[in-house]
């Protein structure tokens, strides 16, 4: 077979083969995730499991490569147009899709039993839920986010984020990637947040916040390379730091830095004693699942 032959000169036959024998779980078929799915899927990852409750809506249809505007009025599940795209271009991908929420118990059997997670939403929720799973059950986690703050019409923060959490690392609530706050409103009825957010308690969830593309690519494509990177060993990943772009240089932050993760202590996910890592399903779950 030639289709991936210039990534065999790259990666070595040994490392495309590692390749095919993977499964991913891509959580959220949104901006970022449905990038992240489909280049996987391009590279020759063997098994795809996408994990989105939404359907597609017409602000969408900018940032979900293979979106026809007719999926918009037919109400097609986001996790449908990426695996339609992915089984027309690169059906050697074996593609499973849930329209669920992630912490559907009904599918944790899959996302346990995966080589890795990539979580790409904007949700607080998803994340601290396969943060728990990471470490309950040794997942290796990549997660990526835009985030351009402008409430206003100004923009005050524009941060793009790519971390590479394998277990036993300091975890997403340790890196400071998990917002309390964001959790907290997510958890209430969606007019009981919007009065607690009028009321300064805690920022609205449901304003929606910019996002293109491009700047969904670029952090999408870095966290693929470390994965492929990973799981290869063509070069050693440095999982004790995490990327961080300023696409605008907002706040005169840089282009790209690399911070250092660090552990709260007795963090009870993460921290070497007394916390959920390794425990599988032997202890009772912190983040709530859905039955
Ligand atoms: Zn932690």
């Known amino acids: 077979m030639d289709t991936f032959n210039r990534q065999a000169l790259l990666l070595g036959e040994e490392g495309q083969q590692i390749?095919?024998?993977?499964?991913?779980?891509?959580?959220?078929?949104?901006?970022?995730?449905?990038?992240?799915?489909?280049?996987?899927?391009?590279?020759?990852?063997?098994?795809?499991?996408?994990?989105?409750?939404?359907?597609?809506?017409?602000?969408?249809?900018?940032?979900?490569?293979?979106?026809?505007?007719?999926?918009?009025?037919?109400?097609?599940?986001?996790?449908?147009?990426?695996?339609?795209?992915?089984?027309?271009?690169?059906?050697?991908?074996?593609?499973?899709?849930?329209?669920?929420?992630i912490e559907?118990?009904?599918?944790?059997?899959?996302i346990i039993g995966a080589d890795f997670i990539v979580v790409g939403t904007d949700n607080a929720t998803s994340r601290a839920y396969v943060n728990e799973i990471c470490h309950r059950y040794y997942?290796?986690?990549?997660?990526?986010?835009?985030?351009?703050?402008?409430?206003?019409?100004?923009?005050?923060?524009?941060?793009?984020?790519?971390?590479?959490?394998?277990?036993?690392?300091?975890?997403?609530?340790?890196?400071?990637?998990?917002?309390?706050?964001?959790?907290?409103?997510?958890?209430?009825?969606?007019?009981?947040?919007?009065?607690?957010?009028?009321?300064?308690?805690?920022?609205?969830?449901?304003?929606?916040?910019?996002?293109m593309m491009p700047f969904n690519g670029e952090i999408a494509s870095r966290g693929v390379q470390l994965l492929i990177l990973l799981f290869t060993g063509l070069v050693d990943v440095d999982v004790e730091l995490f990327e961080q772009r300023s696409f605008l240089g907002i706040n005169g932050r840089k282009p790209i830095q690399l911070v250092r993760k660090r552990y709260i202590n007795d963090c009870p996910f993460c921290s070497p004693l007394g916390s959920v890592l390794g425990a599988g399903d032997g202890t009772p779950y912190i983040i709530a699942s859905k039955l």
Request: proline letters at 6%; charged letters at 25%; aromatic letters at 4%.
């Open 19 to 101: 390749l095919s024998g993977l499964t991913g779980v891509i959580v959220g078929s949104g901006g970022i995730s449905s990038i992240a799915a489909i280049e996987l899927a391009h590279c020759g990852i063997g098994r795809l499991i996408l994990v989105d409750s939404d359907v597609m809506e017409e602000s969408n249809r900018p940032r979900i490569i293979g979106s026809r505007p007719s999926d918009v009025n037919n109400m097609v599940a986001k996790v449908e147009v990426v695996r339609r795209y992915i089984n027309d271009s690169m059906p050697e991908c074996d593609v499973q899709a849930y329209q669920r929420d």
């Open 104 to 110: 559907d118990t009904s599918i944790r059997e899959e």
């Open 139 to 211: 997942v290796p986690v990549l997660d990526l986010g835009v985030e351009f703050v402008a409430p206003d019409g100004q923009i005050h923060n524009d941060v793009g984020k790519i971390n590479l959490m394998l277990p036993g690392t300091p975890c997403l609530w340790c890196t400071g990637h998990i917002s309390g706050e964001l959790l907290a409103a997510e958890a209430l009825p969606r007019d009981e947040a919007r009065k607690r957010a009028e009321e300064g308690y805690f920022r609205d969830v449901h304003i929606r916040q910019p996002s």
